[in-house]
């Protein structure tokens, strides 16, 4: 009978052959995953997305928006305020299939994204996404645990006008992540120190007091982008997509992710 090693020693050929790239005919060595930035490339190329989801892209810039939350697949995420549901619609993606978005709108907010909202999450794409109409203060419904990415984008300024208690909103977000999760805000710079009146009248929110309402909910602040920075805007201008016309996408945005500790 052969030795061990000689009955292995045809296998073993073949793999070196497989994993170096050369050798018997019919054998590819594996192609590397795709990197995170790659997937998200791809994902935001994905000739699927809806074509006025397309026309946002440069100034929203959702493969940055999803590299700075760190989405993965299989997480448990939700989007706080969605409108139409731009950012949901990213997210549910790149959770993949073993994944679960929770989709939140405002009952004030549903009359205005009209059938938009509904007619998006009915898309295939979309079959983990759970609609919640609920108000800010507390946005997310019971079965919401385990959280391990919330997401506003451009929404916090607005919790201010709606005379939302944003002190109850973010002890609610922190409730709802598990340990280690992420809240990540991105919003339009006010000037700093700018008053409530800046969120209606602007649509703007001075960066400084975001982070002081939040961290004093229990979150810690671990990181901050610059890819929605904008040195030439002067902010005093409305950002809202209704008033912005041309300038949409290009106020001075800051990035925010903190984390539950």
Known sequence: MPRPEARLAPVLALVACATSGGGAPG???AQP???PAERWAALVADADRPDQDR?????RKPAEMLAFCGVRAGMRAADLGAGR??????LARAVGPTGTVFSQNPPRFVPMVGDDWAKRLARPALARVIRVERDFDGPLPPEAKGLDLVVMHAIYHDTIWLGTDRAAMNRAILDALAPGGAFVV???SAVAGAGDGVARELHRVDEARVREEVTAAGFRLAAESDAWRNPQDARDWNASPGA???RRGTSDRFALRFVKP
């Open 55 to 59: 026309a946002l892209d440069a100034g």
């Open 186 to 188: 991105i919003d339009s």
């Open 33 to 35: 995953a795709p990197t």
């Open 85 to 90: 549901g731009y950012t949901t619609e990213l």
């Open 244 to 246: 912005a016309g041309e």
């Open 27 to 29: 054998v590819h060595a």
